[in-house]
Nanobody
Framework: QVQLVESGGGLVQAGGSLRLSCAAS????????MRWYRQAPGKQRELVTA???????DYAESVKGRFAISRDDAKNTVYLQMNSLKPEDTAVYYC?????????WGQGTQVTVSS
């Protein structure tokens, strides 16, 4: 059974940094795109960033220059380095991955940025 497990969320002051990790496990033979989404209270879930198998990356305008996605295919893990965090980055962050030609979601990890 494929699972995605996120870690690394927490409380940080504005201007600080956090690094999220999302590890996939369970019968994996192929991982295509890996993505990070976030959902703030009262708002729709939004795509933050994505990386495909070739390493091509896209970012939402709101995080460009501050966030960086990377992946380690040997570890079936995707990372999100978040720098210069702002209060408006506060949200539950979810990883999503296309694994074995199906989409899977992690359980989410809370990121809270205090002003």
């Amino acid at each position: 059974q494929v699972q995605l497990v996120e870690s690394g969320g927490g409380l940080v002051q504005a201007g600080g940094s956090l690094r999220l990790s999302c590890a996939a496990s369970g019968g994996i033979f192929r991982i295509d795109a890996m993505r990070w989404y976030r959902q703030a209270p009262g708002k729709q879930r939004e795509l933050v960033t994505a990386i495909n198998r070739s390493g091509n990356i896209d970012y939402a305008e709101s995080v460009k220059g501050r966030f960086a996605i990377s992946r380690d295919d040997a570890k079936n893990t995707v990372y999100l380095q978040m720098n210069s965090l702002k209060p408006e980055d506060t949200a539950v962050y979810y990883c999503q991955a296309s694994i074995n030609f199906r989409d899977y979601w992690g359980q989410g990890t809370q990121v809270t940025v205090s002003s």
